[in-house]
């Protein structure tokens, strides 16, 4: 896993997004949280790309990684994310 563009802020605005209950997270919106805080930390406009999201959700889920208990909800067509355990972070 690559150490650029702050890999642990993004990480840190994810275990955010995945804890929160009240909110549907689809992509769209995670990337959006990332970029945020990646912004409010360096001052750089400049966000992720989709593929970085979804591989450091995929980080996140491994055994390498922290092996967060993480579901993904079916909406129609589009997928939203959340812890499982609503204790985790």
Same mark, same amino acid.
């Given at each position: 896993m690559a150490t650029n563009k702050h890999a642990q802020i993004r990480? &840190?605005?994810?275990?955010? *997004?995945f @804890? /929160?209950?009240g909110t549907k997270y689809f992509w769209e919106d995670l &990337?959006? @949280?990332c970029?945020? @805080?990646?912004?409010e930390y360096s001052g750089e406009a400049k966000g992720i790309s989709r593929r970085q999201l979804f591989e450091d959700i995929k980080y996140?889920? #491994?055994d390498q990684g922290? *092996?967060?208990p993480l579901d /993904?909800? /079916?909406d129609g067509k589009r997928v939203w994310y959340r812890y #499982?355990?609503?204790e985790f972070s």
């Open positions: 990480y &840190q605005a994810l275990d955010r *997004c @804890a /929160k209950r &990337q959006a @949280a970029d945020e @805080a990646l912004s996140m889920e #491994s922290w *092996c967060v /993904k909800h /079916k #499982s355990d609503p």
